[in-house]
């Protein structure tokens, strides 16, 4: 059974294809106790989701008491060039509106300080 990165890239390769094809391509395919296939499609729906970041847990809460989605910390550039993080990281780090951050560029990274802090604070 494909997993993560496999799983997304194998779903894009195979393109528009019926949806038991799909399962039964990215190997979510178990055999009955009569030697029937039998497709896996809430296994493979929830391995998709989980590549693209969507953790269910397993009871559908993120685990801190709070339903919703578990925080992946990935941020992905949006159709307009935008890169956004997103109002749960915002409250994780008590940022309000108009607090401000120096943008610095390293090799294959993007730092934000906070205006008048300095790069060495952590917490």
Avoid at 39 to 56: I, P
């Amino acid at each position: 059974m494909l997993t993560g990165s496999d799983l997304l890239n194998k779903v894009k390769e195979l393109g528009d294809i019926s949806k038991a094809d799909l399962v039964r391509s990215c190997g979510y395919v178990s055999t009955k106790k009569n030697g029937e296939e039998r497709l896996n499609f809430t296994s493979f729906y929830e391995a998709l989701l989980e590549a693209k970041g969507v953790n269910l847990g397993s009871n559908g809460f993120a685990g801190d008491g709070k339903s919703g989605r578990k925080l992946s910390y990935i941020a992905t550039v949006q159709g307009n060039g935008n890169l956004l993080i997103g109002k749960a990281y915002s409250a994780l780090l008590d940022l309000k509106v108009g607090d401000e951050f120096e943008i610095k560029l390293g090799r294959q990274q993007i730092r934000l300080v906070p205006v008048g802090g300095s790069e060495d604070d952590d917490d």
